[in-house]
DNA sequence: TTGAAAGCGCTAACAA
DNA sequence: TTGTTAGCGCTTTCAA
């Protein structure tokens, strides 16, 4: 049986209210008195229950966080950054991994409320559970902040890469290194997709040259990468890589690695044929041969960013707020310099 | 403010024992009590108090995980496999990450143990603390599983991977394709790099070969590729890749990677210039052109039955037991079939 | 500056 | 089959 205030008490020769204020520092207790206290909770070992504490105080000093996979380099720094921040300020954390489904996201957040963590972090939610106005209430109960996902007209607290700005910089950066011809990259549905196809579309015409889109499966899971080799080396008896077209640029780093590797196998010479820019910096970006060059979202930081808001929020009460996170064009061994 | 127990009784007219008693079903209730109360239950949508719960019960439904790292895709695997198993057998997870260091493993585990989870598992537990007796008597409190790590003469629960047997097919699978002289990479300290390389020693012995370990800096972060890439280049021009040597083990696959990328660079061909095998089957190993040889630790798997593991101990008390999960070599493009 | 006592929401003896 | 009651370990009024 473990220690409990009661025995602190008594060793102290004190009352319970004592060694509680003692514990809590909220209350003036007498310099000697404190002492004694402290000595007994020294001697016997003493740790606070905190589920005793949660029970009457509605708070645990742990937070939730609902992610959509962790197999997934991208996720996984931003909780790593998550943890980081958290530890850091004591707090425990609750981990649900949802894999992408939109039902079981609620049901993470529902039994994170039950177990009253103090707020809930939420990367890449579901549109569905955004739009269907989900957490319109639940943040009347406990403060949540999203990391990434769509929020276009929703009212809640985000924290945003500026994927817009990264993007624009690294197609700027291709038509500036002379090439006129370029091939978009995407998966099949996403805010994120979708978001970056229209910039490339604007990009394209204003530079008055030829489109060329190409949509592969299962954008965000390892089997995309053998996709999008698979469709790179499909269309190349069609256009002419390194030619027709002389460089390419992807939604995220796997699909940047798909195409590195269908190059790899048609022999074209990246970056001195044909030039390849990813998005995400996830780690993998700098494990190919050529390194690729990509877009970094600072996946860290967003997770950090996003328990610093939910901390605030924790101590000083909600308040919807969105916060833009810079991205950043890392040049490395895929394209021209 | 949350509706309760009380609420309920009220609702259905009974006592707060009778409520307590439908929603745990332990104790017989009239059926027709029982409808009544279960009716309140939906009209109130009442969710019992997990908080209140355990501090009664001493029972949480919530298992802490502590692991070295999580943008390792090693854990990531395992970690996943856990929270799946978990989360069917409706238990909450606490993440706990301590970037391989032993202390902060020691507070994650009290930190677990204070909040009064169910069970704990340690992913890649710090050697000092299994050999400091840290968690003879921890075992006493709750029951702890390890996965992989050191375990000679400990007595305590472990699910270990057969990394000799795999890492043994591996080699031979080299030599019966007619490998002779195999480069073995290895990390700097650690029990698994140890063993692979008494293996390594022993087999090229019997098989009246030369020797050649290489060991590289870092071996479980992501500098180990670049690490192992400069390594094989140095080493290259001491020693004819392709000639001298003709294949090479590594003991994960991130030095494999690294290995493969300095041959890209050589320009030496794989495999038919030489052959690479890898060791772990991380989800990288799939995404290198050519695709890597590898062991497959079934790290998912060695998640699961951890779990299960812990889960039986958590339901009929804790018992110190050693489970092997089998590897299996996985021949994809990188040596020669 | 201190202590007694109520209560957080629940479970489980014990009694009826 | 049901209800009364005493806790679980803590915080916090209220009174002294």
New interface residues.
């Given amino acids: 049986m473990a220690v409990t205030i009661n025995d602190v008490a008594k060793e102290a020769g004190v009352s319970i209210t004592t060694v509680s204020r003692v514990i809590n520092g909220n209350y003036p207790v007498k310099q000697e008195t404190r002492q004694r206290v402290e000595e007994a909770i020294k001697k016997l070992n003493f740790?606070p229950?905190?589920?005793?504490r949660?029970?009457v105080c509605r708070r645990?000093n742990?937070i939730g966080?609902v992610v959509p996979s962790?197999?997934n380099?991208y996720f996984?720094?931003v909780?790593?950054g998550i943890?980081?921040y958290a530890?850091n300020n004591s707090y425990?954390?609750?981990?649900?991994?949802t894999n992408g489904d939109a039902k079981a996201e609620i049901n993470a957040v529902n039994?994170f409320i039950?177990?009253?963590v103090d707020g809930i972090i939420v990367v890449d939610p579901q549109t569905e559970n955004m739009l269907s106005g989900f957490y319109d209430e639940i943040v009347n109960t406990v403060p949540v902040v999203f990391v990434n996902g769509y929020h276009q007209e929703i009212d809640l607290s985000f924290v945003i890469s500026n994927e817009e700005n990264g993007f624009k910089n690294a197609l700027k950066h291709l038509n500036k290194t002379g090439h006129k011809n370029i091939i978009f990259v995407r998966g099949e549905s996403s805010y994120s997709y979708d978001l970056k196809e229209n910039i490339y579309r604007k990009f394209i015409k204003n530079i008055g040259s030829r489109e060329y889109i190409l949509t592969v499966n299962a954008g965000n899971s390892?089997e995309v990468?053998?996709n999008t080799k698979k469709s790179i080396i499909n269309i190349s008896s069609e256009i002419k890589l390194g030619e027709d077209f002389t460089a390419l640029i992807a939604c995220n780093d796997?699909m940047a690695?798909g195409a590195?590797?269908a190059c790899?196998?048609l022999g074209i010479k990246v970056p001195d044929e044909f030039s390849i820019i990813g998005f995400d910096n996830i780690?993998?970006s700098?494990?190919?041969?050529p390194k690729l060059s990509t877009v970094d979202q600072n996946m860290k930081k967003l997770g950090e960013k996003s328990a610093e808001m939910l901390f605030n929020y924790i101590e000083s009460g909600y308040e919807a707020d969105k916060v833009l996170i810079n991205t950043k064009l890392i040049l490395r061994e895929s394209c021209r310099i």
């Fill in positions: 740790q229950n905190p589920i005793a949660s029970l645990t742990s966080i962790i197999t380099m996984t720094e909780v790593d943890e980081k530890r425990d954390i609750f981990l649900n991994i039994k039950e177990r009253y390892i990468v053998e796997l690695t590195l590797n790899l196998e780690i993998l700098q494990m190919t041969t």
